[in-house]
């Protein structure tokens, strides 16, 4: 079983959609009214919005893919839509929905989407990766804190008539170094 990470194109529109949908449904669900998380899914896990995403040059979307099926995705929002005011940094990038096939998850394929989301924030020049983790969500905070994330501010997040407390998270990034025999012949 060979894992591959790519960037998504077109053709992963509706897989895309559906693992978000299976993603969070497994992690989420329980905690919403039906209707309301039902407009949820239709609203921000619909094919229509996936393939907006793919074609929108403010964002990169990853995807792990086994033996042609998606098994995760994340996704980068160059300009990062996250509230501002809690931070210093001028080019903030976001980190957007790092999912992982429920019946994947703790196999490593987060911390290979991980990997190449910061490799990606630095080569776009961003100086902080901001992302917003549900207060509720131990496992996923222990993840970002692995990468040196950490706790800048308590935002809110909406599904329908439900405010879940949010952590909105951040890690500095260090620009690429060119080395020092570069710096040392200045």
């Known amino acids: 079983m060979t894992l591959q990470l790519r960037l998504a194109a077109p053709s992963d529109t509706a897989a895309l959609a559906d693992l978000g949908r299976r993603a969070i449904t497994a992690k989420f669900s329980h905690l919403y009214k039906p209707e ?10 619909s094919e229509t919005k996936v393939a907006k995403e793919l074609v929108d040059p403010g964002m990169r979307i990853a995807v792990i893919e086994e033996e042609d099926a998606l098994v995760a995705f994340c996704k980068l929002v ?3 839509t996250l509230p ?47 992302l917003s983790v549900f207060s509720e969500n131990p496992e996923a ?24 407390a949010e952590f909105l998270y951040a890690c500095k990034i260090m620009p690429e170094s060119h080395g020092l025999a570069a710096a040392e012949q200045v």
Do not use: N
């Open 84 to 130: 501002a005011g809690h931070s210093d940094a001028r080019a903030p990038l976001e980190l957007k929905q790092l999912y992982t096939d429920p019946a994947r998850i703790g196999g490593g394929l987060g911390a290979r989407l991980m990997d190449w989301a910061m490799a990606e924030a630095r080569a776009l020049g961003a100086d902080e990766v901001q």
């Open 36 to 45: 309301d998380f039902a407009a949820f899914l239709a609203e921000a896990h």
């Open 78 to 80: 160059i300009a990062s």
């Open 141 to 164: 905070q222990r993840f970002y804190h692995r990468y040196g994330f950490g706790k800048i501010a308590d935002i809110e997040f909406w599904v329908g008539t439900h405010c879940d």
